[in-house]
């Protein structure tokens, strides 16, 4: 007896409650995209086994250490909101390099300042025309910082998320209109010709427990993980030990520190799907033994922020970014595509005239002095009370404070709502520190 439509339909609602697998399986495939851009995929280049040498340093360094615990993470993000986009490789990224530029500054000022939020969406507008990453569809942390040392990168008050790319931009060949890098509105909107923009200066590749530690030390890092459906779909506390040997690589996440629990050592880690997955959008992966390639495939940067003092000194009346509000026509973005993203602000000429001796980033040479200051932070008692103190005579908040991240309101009239948000913060006396 043949089936109808119906009864098919039935049949195969029936299976899928029955044997749910058959849907997370297919489901955890479209939650991760990632793509090897001139590069061997993870599996075809295994880690190598420690060397004698590198057993005994890593007995040398910390058994606990985690950037999130010394206040400098930054809020997480959800890259499947408002709607899917394979933008791991992305928030991966710029997840370590908006915590490292937290640390710089800490490091510069001597004091915790605003959290700088980059702008994934002007990446995902922009990169792809310049042959790095397919935006939604995938890509590689190398791309992002790729980018980010060309081009630069400015904060998310340029762009808010959207998860969308390039191909939006039909009129222009898929190339990033003025209006795709930075963008404000008053009665209409237009792009802004001036902004600070982060740059990369300088970005590589490790694997390996030991390099992956000693780059720690330095701040964050982004790492590949393959994604299976229990990391997916399962996880919601612990240390993930995956003893199926997957190992197809297609996510990225940034590793914010590592410890050890019950004789466990683990990695602790960052994912982008937002802080109601796992551990307030955190997780544990064991240490040591590559579980889910963790290990395998890792990156790193060296931000540059010397174009905020640029941009600051030199109008600033203006604070930087307003420099750039000028009356714009809403078509013009579409008639004159930028070809070159490098095109739309100036400034790094400058930089580049600087002497190497004015880098303030972290050195080698200078490891000691520079982990004796961030640890100065955790060890010091005072300072989640001085966070908190607010000098009601001068109105001056404490430059101890762990700044929340800047908005920008200039598309909808919301002052109020967002100094309501500021007073609640201080009322309840909540800040993005976790200090141990």
Same mark, same amino acid.
């Given at each position: ?12 609602? %029936? ?7 058959? &849907? ?7 939650? %991760? ?28 360094? !910390?058994?606990?250490? /985690? ?9 997480? &993000? ?9 933008? %791991?490789?992305?928030? #991966? ?23 700088? $939020? ?29 980018? $980010? ?28 209109? @003025? ?6 509105? *008053? ?32 701040? !964050? ?25 997957? *190992?197809?690589?297609?996510? /990225? ?5 590592? #410890? ?6 683990? &990695? ?10 796992? $551990?307030? #959008? ?37 604070? #930087? ?36 001796? /004015? ?23 005072? $300072? ?20 929340? @991240? ?31």
């Amino acid at each position: 007896m043949s089936l109808t439509i119906r009864q098919y339909f039935c049949h195969a609602l %029936c299976l899928l409650f029955l044997f749910p697998h058959l &849907w997370i399986d297919v489901a955890a495939k479209k939650v %991760c995209t990632r793509t090897f851009r001139d590069r061997l995929r993870p599996r075809d280049r295994p880690v190598q086994p420690l060397t004698p040498e590198q057993k005994k340093e890593l007995d040398t360094f !910390p058994r606990h250490f /985690d950037w999130c615990e010394l206040g400098m993470c930054a809020p997480s &993000w959800n890259q499947h909101n408002p709607r899917y986009c394979g933008s %791991c490789y992305v928030h #991966g990224a710029l997840s370590s390099a908006q915590d490292r530029i937290k640390i710089l500054s800490f490091l510069k000022y001597g004091k915790l300042s605003p959290d700088v $939020m980059l702008g994934r969406q002007s990446f995902l507008n922009c990169a792809p025309g310049h042959g790095l990453s397919d935006g939604c569809n995938g890509g590689d942390p190398k791309d992002v910082f790729e980018f $980010m040392h060309h081009y630069g990168l400015p904060d998310e008050t340029c762009l808010p998320y959207s998860a969308t790319d390039h191909t939006k931009y039909n009129n222009t060949n898929g190339t990033c209109p @003025p209006s795709g890098y930075c963008v404000n509105c *008053m009665e209409n909107c237009f792009p802004v010709t001036r902004v600070v923009r982060y740059r990369a200066k300088r970005f590589g590749h490790l694997q390996g427990e030991h390099a992956m530690i000693k780059e720690l030390q330095n701040g !964050p890092i982004t790492c590949g993980i393959a994604c299976n459906k229990e990391f997916s779909w399962n996880y919601s506390a612990g240390i993930i030990n995956d003893t199926t040997g997957f *190992m197809e690589v297609d996510h /990225d996440v940034e590793i914010v520190g590592w #410890g050890e629990e019950n004789g466990v050592k683990y &990695w602790h880690a960052r994912n982008s799907w937002g802080s109601f997955w796992g $551990m307030n #959008g955190f997780f544990k992966i064991v240490r040591g033994t590559n579980n889910l390639a963790i290990e395998s495939d890792c990156h790193y940067v060296v931000p540059d922020i010397r174009e905020e003092e640029v941009v600051f000194e030199e109008h600033p009346i203006y604070g #930087g970014s307003h420099y750039g509000i000028r009356p714009f026509r809403p078509e013009e973005a579409l008639e004159n595509p930028v070809a070159n993203t490098s095109d739309i602000t100036t400034g790094h000429e400058q930089l580049a005239k600087q002497e190497d001796a /004015d880098d303030e980033t972290y050195e080698e040479s200078d490891a000691e002095t520079y982990m004796s200051k961030i640890l100065g932070l955790k060890q010091n008692s005072d $300072m989640q009370q001085e966070a908190m103190n607010v000098a009601i005579g001068s109105f001056r908040v404490s430059d101890a404070v762990s700044w929340f @991240p800047i908005k920008t309101l200039l598309v909808c009239g919301i002052f109020g709502m967002l100094a309501g948000y500021v007073l609640i913060k201080t009322n309840f006396r909540r800040s993005y520190m976790r200090i141990r």
